[in-house]
């Protein structure tokens, strides 16, 4: 609850960042800081202090604006506000976890890099793991990555859904509804080109297009100049991704050339004489790598693990969080949810239940544990073969 009522908005972690900070810091984690985009990271020693880390990381940032009330209010068993459970209830957990492995002698052979990330939700793009696995970040030579996401207690999402987010903006040269109709009219050409994309039965499988964002125009009486949609395009395969990306952008410069095509030989010759025409203009906004952890690789199976001592099934899953982009880079990758139940994401009316909180907590411990053990008799073992 304390988390989740500083206010993170899209490109506003700061204040939650300096929070996180202080919290890492007095648990006992060691070398806290914040890197040059905003994450804050910080380092609990292992055993081997030269084997490559597993970092671990929950997401500073929600997707609701500046201003918005996001105090934590009790109905009944649940806690209500935006964000509570994306991602407070993961930061919550990472706290947790440093409490637990931060103080006295190493628990882990392998150390543990904790991060707070920036960027993770919308038009943010990543931006906080793009840095943290970019050149020089912090964990560019990591040997995984766990990533504690929402509630949850059974899924282990081991595949990343890629997306890329473009908006779509036309141009036009405009004028009076009367006088100059047949001129090129940007409303009408986004609404044309959506029109034309696929219906949900159409797509390939596991893949999606979604038009999230639309305006245009000045006054009802007016062509507008202008006019823009952002439209996103999910899928698990890369190829699928790019394929649905380029049908959706041929969409758009059909309806462009259609609409000039029309203008010429539409009005008045006066009018038609100084239509002008329509133009397209494509800005990308979010490029989201597509990307999966071989279900078999020490991680997974790490997690598996921990959830079946827990009696509960396992559901390996697909999903759209940070570890898109270390599974991107090839480095083993999952995200788990911390426990707990929770609905309403990304609305005003999230709210987080305990239900199997305590055991979402004990999960990623366990997974943690685990993966170290099975990664360091991995070691052994291949040394002996190289031997």
Known sequence: MEVTAVPAPPFGEEARAEWMRTKLTE????????????????????????????VVSAHLDTVFPTGTEVAPRVDGDRICAPGISDDGRGLAALLTLARLLAPGSARTRRSLLLSATVGEEGIGDLRGVRALFGQGGAAEEAAGFISLDGAGITRVVSAGIGSLRRRYLVRGPGGHSWVDYGRP????????ALATLPSPDAMPAATTWSAGRIAGG?????IPEHAWVEVEVRAERAE?????????????????????RSA?????????????????EVVTIGDRPAGRTDPEDLLVGSAASATRTLELPVELATSSTDANVPMALGVPAITLGAGGEAQGAHTLGEWYRNTLGPEGIVRALLT?????????EHRSTAGEAAD
Do not use: C
Request: charged letters at 20%; proline letters at 6%.
């Open 185 to 192: 009219n940007p409303i009408e050409v986004v609404s044309r």
């Open 368 to 376: 943690i544990l685990v993966w170290d053990e099975a990664s360091a």
């Open 27 to 54: 648990y006992g984690v060691t070398d806290v800081a914040l890197d040059s985009v905003g994450n804050v990271v910080g380092l609990i020693p292992g055993s081997e202090p030269l084997a490559p880390p597993l």
């Open 240 to 260: 699928d991704l790019h394929r649905t990306d380029v049908r959706v952008r041929q969409a758009f410069e059909v309806a462009v050339a259609n609409a000039n």
């Open 218 to 222: 000045t006054s009802v009486n007016a």
């Open 264 to 280: 010429r030989g539409m009005g008045s010759a006066k009018a038609s004489e100084t239509a002008g025409h329509a133009r397209l």
